[in-house]
């Protein structure tokens, strides 16, 4: 599966933006998806994962409350609505892909990745 993120820009500390992440192939569906973010000088961590079904959702502690992860599999796209954006929420995030069943939280646990989109809190 091939994937696409978009969605990202600069927006006020306490405002909202919405990414998508759109894919192609046929097994989308199937597939457990993520969101991660990487910070300026910083690693790539863990945000959002929601299984095939969107029954199973898991979050960072630090967006909890903040962010919502979704997916429309009749339309290939999986979502991560941000509110309250902080400064340190500022980063470039990526959307991946897992084939397998259950819902990975970590880097390794992927193995199809979006491009990346940036996102830019200013304070």
């Known amino acids: 599966v091939q994937l696409q993120a978009s969605g990202g820009g600069l927006v006020q500390a306490g405002g909202s933006l919405r990414l998508s992440c759109a894919a192609s192939g046929r097994t989308f569906s199937s597939y457990s998806l993520g969101w991660f973010r990487q910070p300026p000088g910083k690693e790539r961590e863990f945000v959002a994962a929601i299984s095939w079904s969107a029954g199973r959702t898991y979050y960072a502690d630090f967006v909890k409350g903040r962010f919502t992860i979704s997916r429309d599999n009749a339309k290939n796209t999986m979502y991560l609505q941000m509110n309250s954006l902080k400064p340190e929420d500022t980063a470039v995030y990526y959307c991946?892909?897992?084939?397998?069943?259950?819902?990975?939280?970590?880097?390794?646990?992927?193995?199809?990745w979006g491009q990346g989109t940036l996102v830019t809190v200013s304070s």
């Open positions: 991946a892909a897992d084939p397998r069943v259950r819902v990975g939280v970590r880097v390794a646990d992927f193995g199809s």
